[in-house]
Structures are given as C-alpha cells and as structure tokens.
C-alpha cells in the first residue's frame, strides 16, 4: 500500500542489534500511522508496569502515511510515543520540520528502540544501513551543536538531526527531544526516555521516491489546500503567530498569570504579538513543504540578552512570561532559547519556575535552597538563571529537574496545592477554571494536562458553548475532537493547519484515499481516532492510572479566579467534573470507571487487547 | 548566441524564501514523477534559521561546468543559454560538479549521469518551482531585471528611511 515505506526498524540499543520488520496493510490502515501506530506498537513491545527510564521501556518513533509527500504540513511531521516518566502513563509527543521526510525516504514507518547502549551513542540511518556510533564526543552537547557536529562527522548537510540535550541525558523529566535546533517533541519527558538509553541522537539520510497511489487527485489537493493557506483559515498562523492568543486570553479573562494567582496579565502589552513582531521577530520561516510558513524566529538584538535566538509560540511565551509575571520580552526569548539548548521542554520548564516562585512568595522555601537567586514573580533575571539551573539539574535545579509533581513532594508542607499539573504533567496556558470543556478535556487527556489533544479550549474561547458551565454534552464534545485529534497526530499533519482542512474527516479521507490508494469513508476514519483513543486509554489502564487521575490541579478546583470581571468566582468543583467525567466516559461508551467494555473493544476491533480491562 | 542581459534564469530572494522545499517537490515530481529532494534540479539551503535560500543553475557566460567536461558532454544553448546535456557522453566523473561555483550540477542517483535545471523548457507554463512557491520567492529573471529590482528597491529603502527621520 502506498503511503507506507511498510517496514519497522528494531533497534536493540543493548546489544546493538537491529532487524526490521514489515508493516502490514492491515495494521497501517487499522492505526493510521503516527501516534496511533506508535501507541500500537508501544503497547505490543511492552509489558505492564515497565520502570519507563529503564532499558525495557520502548521509544517508539513513528511517521504517518503522508510523511515525505509534497501535501503541506503532512509531509514534515514525526511522533514520539513511549511510557512516560512524568505521568507514568501514555509518553507521546509529536514534532515537525524535516527530520519526518527524510525518515519516510530512508524507508521506514516507524523504529522501535530498546534496550540500553552501554556508552553514548547515536543511531545513524542511511537508509537500510543502520549503525550505532559513537556519542562521547558529542555527550553533554546542546541539541544545536550536537546537529552540526553530526553533519560534520558524516560529512553531509543534508543529514537530518533529532537529539537531546543535557536534560534528557540527566533523565529531567521535563526533557524534550529537538530536531532541526528549534523544533521539539515537547511534552511528557520523552528526552529522558532517550537519555535513559544513552542515545543520544538518531540521524537520518534518506534517498528513496516518494509517490503516491492518485497523483493527480493528490496534486489537485496539495493545490487547493494552498490557496487556503493562503486564506483567513490560517491568517493568525501566517501573520502574527499563535501568539497573537496573549491578548484573546487575557481579555477574555483566562490566561493563567503568576502560577495561577490570577486570570489576567496587567502588561501584555509588553509581550504581546504586535510587540513581537515589531521589534524580535527576524523572519518566519517554514516546516518541508508546508505553504503556511509560521515559525516565527524571535531574534534579540541589544542588550544583555543579545544573540538570543528562539522560535516563539503562545505556549512557550506564556510560561516563561505571565505564568511568572515577566514582561521582558528579551528575557523571555533568551529563556525559551536556553530550554532550546538545554532540551527542555519550555511550558513545563516555565510552569516549574512559577511553582518555585509561588512556593517562594508563600514561604514554603529557606533561604539556603535558593542559592542567591531571587525568584519572585516578574524577575525575568530568575526566570533565565533558574532554566540554567533545571538544564544541568544543578543546585536548585536538581529538586525542579523532574517538573512541578516531584518538586512538590520534595518540598512538602502544602506545596503540592501550587504544582498546576494533571497526572504529572505540567497545565498550558488556559485558565481550565473559566474554560470548562477545555476542563474537562485536560482532565481525560491521556497524556495529562494538555490542550492539543483535544483542542476543546478553542470551543470554549470562540463562545460555542458557554464556557463557565459545566453541563451534559461537553462529554461528546470532547469526545468528538479528540478523535480528530488523534487522527492529525497519526496522518500525521500539523494542528496550526487544520482550519484548512474545511471538510474535516472527509477532506482526511480524501487525502487518505489519493496517497494510499486505499478507499475510506469519513466514518472509518472517526472510527479509527476513536480507536487510537481508546488504546491510548488502555495503556493507561494497564500502567494502572485510574478515574481518581483524570482529575484537575488544586488551584483549579479549590481557588476560584480573583480578578473583577467575567470570569470571577471561576472554578471547577469536585461535582461539576464527576457530572463531566460521567457524561464524557459515557459519551466513549466506558464504565464509570472510565473503562471501555468488551463490547467497545470488539466493536473498534481491540479484542487482542482485552485482558487489559479484565484485570 | 544569446546574450548575456537576455538569458533567463530562476533566482530566489533570500527576504521571501522560507526554506520550505516546495520547489524540490514541484522540480523532482514534475522531471521524475516522485517527491524526491535528491532529484531536485533546485536545493533549499538553509544555512540556519535566518538564512534560507533556494540555488539552482544560473545559466553563467563561459559555464565552468561545460569547461570543465572533459568529455564533450556539456554545452550552451545558443538560443536560451541552458545548460545541455548529452547523456551518451557523460560517464559522471563530476568535473563539472566540482566546476560549478553554485552546486547547481548533480549526480542522478540512479541514471548515474549529472543533471541540471532546464527551466522547464518543455513545460507551457514554465518551471514548475516558480510556479509551485507558495511566497513567490522564486521568479524567472535577466541579470537587468534584477539589477531594476534591487535598484528600486534600494530607492526605496532610502525614501522611506527619509520620511521616518522627518
């Protein structure tokens, strides 16, 4: 079947065996690709309560069937998916640039990596030759450095790089893995999962065509699908960036400001997208064949933070901004830049750092832990000192090396009241007490407190539903756009584009249909992202999170919003999510408990998978 | 011959270009009907995140490239200025690859012969790459025109700075 290289590279890291293996058509249709293949073969490599900084838990890296074609956005992306060491359950995290074509063309769908090298390595692909090669040279180098070392050892520019840095090699749980210098698989700690094998990188040279099974229906999409991205779908994207959120969440009264304290920021208009644009942003530049272009590279340019280089979204912008009370945009850049080079993951690095402040402010911290820094909301100063202290997980930064959860158990007293994370996971930058589909969708998120994979907040913030209730039929809300969800991360296209796709599941199926030659309807598809949820779920079943974890942080259920305006007296109690809760695993067709019948499992075809719910 | 102010070839503007690589797709599918970056008469290079900049052939006077064949398989167009190729003759030593200033001759990977942009000759509505940039980046030009462009924007630049300072 077209759309896949039908092949799945093994890699033994401790006996530096590899094998590969073939990808049936029945399993690429059944799974789609990306997440869903990875969760997939995650699941089938694994055993139940595997220790996920140990050799035995997988690191699957998985591609969709659209990688390495010219549809824009489609071709770039690549997925992470693994146990994580935040949450201790679902680890996956999706990427893009160009590290995702060049797998495609070296001729694989997916690599699954285990084991444990007994020194630094670095995986090189070229396509079916696949080596271990040495690392130490490049151990306890930037991502950054590591890329351009690599290209310089092998001799080829065009080698594409995905590495950690100091973090993932420390096992900080907040690690990300970085291809291409300024693009992560962010969230859920998968750099410490690497770090874990001592791999320190994967390099990819791939040669082999890309084509496609209905080139002229294709090339007519990839055509059209231009000309929208041309259009007012994607004009906040092409633009000002997805920063441009900083002002519709703080007037909408709901951008999360100094951990939680507030709902509003006083000085955006310090931050904010116009300012950025105007005086940072040097250029914006474009994933592989994407024809929306919205990287925005934020470059500073005097000062003591000059040089200072970062690709800047609302998400990174937030934490190490508002979420700390920091208005200094050339702090912020140069903040976003250090989790960059340190490999972090840059919301949970900035919800961490407003953690500490917060514990600060409160008196939970002796002068001793803080090592002559100052951190109380809006010193900007802190704020960079202290990414360097999480980065080599130094001092101070070996209590915030492993995210907000950990830290708070290390600090004790009430700290755990301040740590604004879901099932380990750091929150984004929503105020979940004032956005409550959004509530609830962080909550059942299965890789905990996140906003992408659901996108439920935009429902919330575009005015679809009223926000501040919570009300019966959110739960099939949810439902429905974590399916669409599932099934962007598993194509795998990007989620900045998917007001282009106008026709959703049916413009997917199309795009399906064109690049594998393989007919499917809008409703197998909603059945597919149904299905990749589901096993998403089951995984976490069996690593044993149960419905006590799909719940919300402290702050969110026990503080209500302060701030005069819309959304005062905003929370979520415990009675407004167990309604949602119920209403959402009843929308799924689970228990109350939040598990899927057999029947469930047999009607998405997930028999194999039913000794799971039995236990 | 034609002369060197007529000839034609493609250029990108470092300003526009965004690094996309949507002429290496529009290049490899239109000449080898696969998406293959490798087959691509045109290469993004993206020297870091600041510097993206898409080369290919500029149609040079006195080519280094046809100079430097030693097997005669190189030569000029007299109409246009193209670069042609006899691929009987070619055995890919890489002379000319190694010639070319701009790395705009290339090895076929599996024809082992060198190749290099034709703008599109065959094609009715030109090369594919100008026509597939999203940013319109790229653009079919003289050595005059450029130099207009660059003049007027120049002028421009410079009037506008005035107007500020005003």
Known sequence: ?615 | MVKIHQRKFISADPEKCVGCQICEYACSYSKEKAYNPIKSRIRLVRVNQLANMAVTCRLCEEPACVAACPRNALSQSEDTGNIILDKEKCNGCGWCIEACDYGAMMLHPETKVVYVCDLCKDKPDGPQCVKWCPEEALTVVTSDTLAQKARISAIKKLFQEKEEKQ
């Open chain 1, 1 to 615: 079947m077209l759309g896949y290289a039908g092949t799945v590279l093994y890699v033994d890291l401790t006996t530096g065996k590899t094998h590969t293996e073939k990808l049936t058509d029945e399993t690429a249709k059944k799974y789609v690709g990306g997440i869903g293949l990875g969760l997939k073969l995650w699941l089938s490599n694994s055993k139940a309560g595997v220790n996920p900084l140990s050799p035995e838990n997988p690191l699957v890296l998985a591609l969709g069937p659209v990688s390495g074609t010219m549809f824009p956005t489609g071709g770039n992306g690549h997925a992470f998916i693994s146990k994580s060491p935040a949450t201790g359950g679902v680890g996956e995290a999706v990427s893009h640039g160009t590290f995702g074509a060049e797998l495609k063309r070296a001729g694989y769908d997916a690599i699954v990596l285990t084991g444990k090298a007994e020194k630094p390595v670095y995986l090189w692909i070229d396509d079916e030759a696949v080596q271990l090669l040495d690392a130490s040279n490049i151990w306890g180098k930037s991502p950054f450095e590591t890329e351009d070392a690599i290209k310089e050892e092998l001799g080829d520019f065009y080698v594409r790089v995905a590495s950690i840095g100091l973090a993932g090699e420390k096992q900080s749980k907040i690690a990300c893995i970085i291809n291409e210098k300024t693009r992560a698989a962010g969230r859920t700690g998968l750099g410490a999962v690497m770090g874990s094998k001592n791999l320190k990188a994967i390099a990819v040279r791939g040669t082999r065509d890309i084509t496609v099974a209905k080139p002229d229906v294709f090339t007519d999409m990839v055509r059209e699908f231009h000309e929208r991205m041309k259009g007012p779908a994607v004009q906040k994207y092409r633009t000002l960036g997805t920063v441009d959120n900083i002002e519709v969440t703080n007037e909408l009264m709901c951008m999360p400001t100094r951990n939680y304290s507030a709902s509003h920021f006083e000085k955006t208009e310090n931050i904010n997208a116009e300012v950025l644009n105007e005086r940072y942003v040097a250029k914006i530049i474009a994933c592989n064949s994407c024809a929306m272009r919205c990287e925005h590279e934020a470059l500073v340019r005097e000062g003591p933070y000059k040089g200072s280089l970062a690709r800047m979204e609302y998400d990174n912008l937030w934490a190490l901004g508002p979420n700390c009370g920091v208005d200094k945009l050339d702090a912020i850049i140069r903040a976003a830049e250090l989790c960059n080079y340190y490999g972090l993951d840059a919301t949970s690095t900035g919800v961490t750092i407003s953690f500490l402040m917060d514990c600060h402010e409160k008196g939970l911290l002796s002068h001793d832990q803080l090592e002559g820094i100052d951190p109380h909301f809006g010193n900007s100063e802190a704020v960079v000192q202290l990414v360097e202290k999480i980065g080599k997980r130094e001092g101070i930064g070996q209590m915030l090396a492993d995210g907000v959860k950990v830290a708070a158990e290390k600090i004790g007293k009430n700290a755990s009241e301040l740590a604004q994370h879901i099932k380990g996971l750091e929150v984004t930058g929503y105020d979940l007490r004032c956005l409550k589909t959004a509530a609830l969708a962080a909550a059942v998120s299965f890789r905990g407190a996140d906003h992408n994979r659901s996108g439920a907040f935009t429902l919330d913030l575009k005015g679809k539903v009223d926000r501040l209730k919570a009300e019966k039929g959110r739960g099939k809300l949810v439902k429905e756009n974590e399916d669409i969800f599932a099934l962007i991360d598993s194509f795998i296209v990007c989620k900045n584009s998917r007001n282009t796709f106008y026709n959703e599941l049916g413009d997917l199926a199309k795009l399906y249909s064109a690049v594998t030659g393989a007919e499917v309807s809008a409703q197998d598809l909603s059945v597919a992202g149904e299905r990749i949820n589901t096993l998403a779920k089951l995984i976490n079943i069996r690593e044993g999170l149960t419905r006590n974890d799909d719940t919300l942080p402290w702050k969110v259920m026990n503080q209500p919003v302060s701030d005069d305006g819309p959304t005062k007296g905003a929370v979520v109690t415990q009675e407004e999510l167990d309604l949602m809760l119920d209403d959402y695993y009843n929308a799924r067709g689970w228990t109350v408990e939040g598990v899927p019948s057999k029947a469930k499992l047999q009607e998405l075809g997930l028999q194999e998978f039913q000794k799971i719910v039995e236990a």
